[in-house]
Nanobody, 121 residues
């Protein structure tokens, strides 16, 4: 089983920055992709950014390009989401996600519990 623990959410003023972290733990798993999603009140969950664990290739939603940066630490099985120039539209619950294989079976999605990010003056 894979367990994800997120940290770093909170309240920030418009224009401010936050960094989210997601640490994966467990045994016998191999991470393929690490990602961050978010879900605002009344909206569908959307992909914010993802990163290939092997080579670090990244993908971003258009709404966060140039402001957010996703990175990973392979040794720590941890991903980070650096969020700069935050706006109230970034307010949401942010979820960590990984696509990982365990026990030689096909990869599965695993989710963190979510962390609230609120951008407000």
């Amino acid at each position: 089983q894979v367990h994800l623990v997120e940290s770093g959410g909170g309240l920030v003023q418009p224009g401010g920055s936050l960094r989210l972290s997601c640490a994966a733990s467990g045994s016998g798993f191999s991470i393929h992709v690490m990602a961050w999603y978010r879900q605002a009140v009344g909206k569908k969950r959307e992909l914010v950014a993802n990163i290939l664990f092997s080579d670090g290739n990244t993908h971003y939603a258009d709404s966060v390009k140039g402001r957010f940066t996703i990175s990973r630490d392979n040794a720590k099985n941890t991903s980070y989401l650096q969020m700069n120039s935050l706006t109230p539209e970034d307010t949401a619950v942010y979820y960590c996600n990984i696509l990982a294989a365990t026990g030689g079976v096909l990869p599965s999605d695993y989710w963190g519990q979510g962390t609230q990010v609120t951008v407000s003056s």
